[in-house]
């Protein structure tokens, strides 16, 4: 072990899931598989791809959050479409990606304890409260510290929720570990180094660019609290976890 929370990985795996984590800097999940197909959260993921495909950026100002509008009570349904919407490639795989990896355990979780169909009724609601406040988050800090030309620039994106995942996940296993290759050596890391890290490049970006920083660091904030602090209305205890 290199120090608390990171080692090196001595098993092998597939080349491309090395390469993947390699080219694209993110974490694998290969430690925690789940026991059952997350029917409802791939329901969800195709939801946004086609979103992406099939609706014009155009839409952007009618269901992304927009700072100057989003206390405007027509405007409501924009806390939650917003984060459907994505500005490219990049921005939906990586979102989608990390959706997934975070988000198959915990919708697992939430089914097993509460039986089905009721389950999968809390986590959707964790997920829209966990959105409506990263993106409400968004709002306060851009119409407290921006200047009017930012404050009509729509929010996209489903980086909210994904963060308050990142931050539930952490809460329901705290002894996760993920696998992740940097400087081409793959480690197996503890999922609290990676909600530290998260944090810290958020807060950087705060520092450094304040609300003027082209990703939203305060609506990855807003989601990091929702999934930390809300995810035990919800779930109670804590899950045992073996790597």
Request: proline share 4%; with cysteine.
């Amino acid at each position: 072990m290199l120090f608390p929370g990171i080692e090196i990985e001595e098993k092998k795996y597939h080349p491309a899931l090395y390469l993947f984590s390699l080219v694209f800097g993110v974490p694998i999940e290969i430690y925690k598989p789940v026991r059952r197909f997350p029917k409802g959260l791939f329901l969800i993921v195709l939801l946004n791809f086609l979103v992406f495909l099939f609706l014009p950026k155009g839409l952007f100002k009618v269901f992304g959050l927009i700072s100057s509008e989003a206390f405007n009570p027509l405007r409501a349904y924009s806390y939650i479409t917003y984060s459907f919407f994505h500005v490219g490639w990049l921005h939906i795989i990586l979102n989608m990606y990390l959706f997934w990896i975070f988000g198959d355990n915990l919708y697992s979780l939430f089914y097993e304890k509460y039986s089905g169909e009721k389950g999968i009724k809390r986590f959707v609601l964790f997920s829209i409260i966990c959105t409506a406040f990263s993106g409400l988050t968004h709002v306060i800090l851009m119409r407290s510290f921006g200047d009017a030309s930012l404050l009509n620039i729509p929010l996209v994106g489903a980086s909210g929720l994904v963060s308050a995942y990142i931050a539930a996940y952490y809460r329901k296993f705290p002894d996760a570990k993920m696998y992740q290759v940097v400087l081409f050596y793959p480690f197996k890391v503890s999922v609290k180094i990676y909600l530290v890290f998260y944090l810290g490049l958020n807060l950087i970006m705060a520092y450094r660019y304040g609300v003027y920083s082209n990703i939203s660091w305060q609506c990855h904030v807003g989601g990091l609290v929702a999934g930390y602090f809300f995810v035990d209305y919800f779930l109670k205890d804590k899950v045992e976890f073996n790597s």
